[in-house]
């Protein structure tokens, strides 16, 4: 059975927006990337809601033949353009053969692509449905990085819990900038 792995950058106080929609308190860096892109590379299935993935698709593809963009940036965005993606909408469509839009039963599609044979399925961002695929106890780790700030009000990424989950630490790191990385396991 594949993992299902929630990655979300995020401040001490929980909150993956400001209020509006502010994300300009995250960073990323060199530093980060080299400890986050290998994480990534077990992945071969990506899972968005609308949101964050009409956010990725107005940018990564423009990354690939960027001449300003570093080499992390270069080979994320050829990552992002190769892997599939599932993305929960009930307004967009996509001809894009790597993408598949499920406008209903979210949670019974990736249900079933968990069931399948491959790689890791990593929920980049997107807390609503987070918030879905958790409550159905299809999430197993956690891949948070906390940003040293507190921004008092906005999207949460954790919201509505309704029951509570034990969680164990498999690995952290802090990086130069302040901000920590940890990697979280479901104990069940």
């Known amino acids: 059975m594949r993992n299902i792995i929630s990655l979300a950058h995020i401040s001490i106080d929980g909150f993956m927006a400001g209020p509006g929609g502010d994300m300009s308190f995250l960073s990323m860096n060199d530093e980060m990337a080299d400890h986050i892109y290998p994480l990534i590379a077990t992945v071969d299935t990506s899972v968005y809601g609308r949101v964050t993935y009409q956010m990725m698709e107005g940018y990564w593809p423009s990354v690939v033949g960027s001449p300003t963009a570093t080499e992390h940036e270069k080979h994320h965005a050829h990552w992002y353009t190769n892997v599939r993606k599932i993305v929960a909408s009930r ?98």
């Open 91 to 188: 307004t967009i469509t996509s001809k894009d053969p790597t993408v598949r839009v499920i406008g209903d039963d979210i949670v019974g599609a990736v249900r079933a692509e968990k069931e399948t044979t491959g790689g890791d399925i990593m929920i980049f961002a997107s807390p609503s449905l987070t918030h879905t695929l958790a409550a159905a106890g299809l999430v197993d780790q956690y891949m948070l990085t906390f940003q040293p700030v507190i921004v008092g009000a906005g999207l949460r990424l954790f919201e509505h819990v309704e029951t509570r989950s034990k969680l164990e630490l498999r690995a952290s790191k802090t990086f130069r900038n302040g901000v920590i990385a940890a990697h979280y396991v479901m104990k069940r």
